[in-house]
């Protein structure tokens, strides 16, 4: 299984990014799929999530800003990320879960800069 991410970059705070990462495999193989992120400690921390049955979960620091989704024909998932903070800054990365077993993307850079 393989998962690749594309959409980072340097963005002004208050701005727009919109990650996607796509899969090798229908993604109704996976319990669920998420996005996380990597800021300059060990942690990877859970941003949002989407399980096979659709439902949505978000880290409350980016409810009401973050938007996960997903492209079922296309197998992959979205994660549209509006009103950026310099907090938000990390390394982005696109998980899929099979029971215990993830799966991860190769990472993408998120800059929140001005």
């Known amino acids: 299984v393989q998962l690749v991410e594309s959409g980072g970059g340097l963005v002004q705070p208050g701005g727009s990014l919109r990650l996607s990462c796509a899969a090798s495999r229908n993604i109704f193989d996976f319990n669920d799929m998420g996005w996380y992120r990597q800021g300059s400690g060990p942690e990877r921390d859970l941003v949002a999530s989407?399980?096979?049955?659709?439902?949505?979960k978000y880290a409350d620091s980016v409810k009401g800003r973050f938007t996960i989704s997903r492209d079922n024909a296309k197998n992959t998932i979205y994660l549209q990320m509006n009103s950026l903070k310099p907090e938000d800054t990390a390394v982005y990365y696109c998980g899929a879960r099979i029971l215990r077993r993830y799966t991860w993307g190769q990472g993408s850079q998120v800059t929140v800069s001005s």
């Open positions: 989407i399980n096979v049955g659709g439902t949505t």
